[in-house]
């Protein structure tokens, strides 16, 4: 059988996604089970999961999902031996709570080398990743570049930079875009079209725009955030 703090955190738990789709930090839940400090959240959490009441959703730091819950007199619920040969009364699986995330949590986003905002040059892939509040990113697939160049200073995005970056193929007049030319080289603009043609706008005004034809530009993703590191 669960412990009573055991039963009273996954019991905040499930109340906290229900109430706000947002699984609560870990100072949230030390302070609502009036313990002195995070490393008795740590071993609480670390029980449920074993025991298969909670999973922690990959490459976030803080987020729970709560698989089932002890509920002793939940209507239509169901007694099963657990491994150890103790009866867990058990209830249908919780729902599931999309990307249910704390405020302070942290996603690890694939960095993909520098993107230019300037003259295009190529983005590479590698392996790195880049430690992103989840806050700053919406729904979607994500990534992130360092920005090389000042050609979008005036949409302030600066050299040094990263863009944080929705995965997509399509996009919008005036939205700013990773674009790949011609198959081998990424840059940072705005994105317009104009006739039979494309033009990739930079936001600085000593930058010429950018002209080509619609098969010689792939949108690879929209600009989601920024980040900015300060020495």
């Known amino acids: 059988m669960l412990t009573a703090k055991q039963h009273e955190l996954i019991r905040f738990i499930q109340q906290r996604l229900e ?7 870990f100072e949230e839940m030390k302070e609502a089970l009036d313990l ?8 609480l959490i670390s029980a449920l999961e074993e025991r298969g009441f909670l999973r922690r959703l990959p490459n976030r730091a803080r987020a729970l999902e709560v698989i ?4 002793d007199a939940t209507p239509g619920s169901r007694a099963v031996p657990s491994s150890g040969g103790n009866v867990v009364p058990m209830v249908p699986p919780a729902p599931r709570v999309a990307q249910a995330v704390a405020a302070n949590d942290v996603v690890e986003l694939p960095l993909h080398g520098r993107i230019a905002a300037g003259a295009p040059i190529e983005a590479f892939e590698d392996h790195s990743t880049l430690p992103v509040p ?14 090389s160049g000042d050609s979008m200073i005036e949409a302030g995005i600066f050299d040094g930079d ?6 997509t193929n399509t996009a919008r007049d005036g939205e700013i875009v990773v674009a790949l ?5 990424a840059t940072l603009k705005y994105l317009r079209r104009e006739g039979s043609q ?20 792939e949108v690879q993703g929209k600009l989601a955030g920024l980040l900015r590191r300060y020495h």
């Open 198 to 217: 494309v033009r990739l706008d930079p936001a600085n005004a000593s930058y010429d725009p950018q002209f080509y034809r619609p098969d010689e530009v």
């Open 162 to 167: 990263f863009a944080l970056v929705r995965r």
């Open 19 to 25: 109430e706000t789709g947002i699984s609560p930090s």
């Open 68 to 71: 089932r819950q002890p509920e």
């Open 181 to 185: 030319v011609r198959g081998a080289e």
């Open 36 to 43: 002195k400090s995070k490393s008795g959240v740590h071993r």
């Open 134 to 147: 989840a806050a700053l990113l919406g729904p979607g697939e994500h990534y992130a570049l360092e920005v």
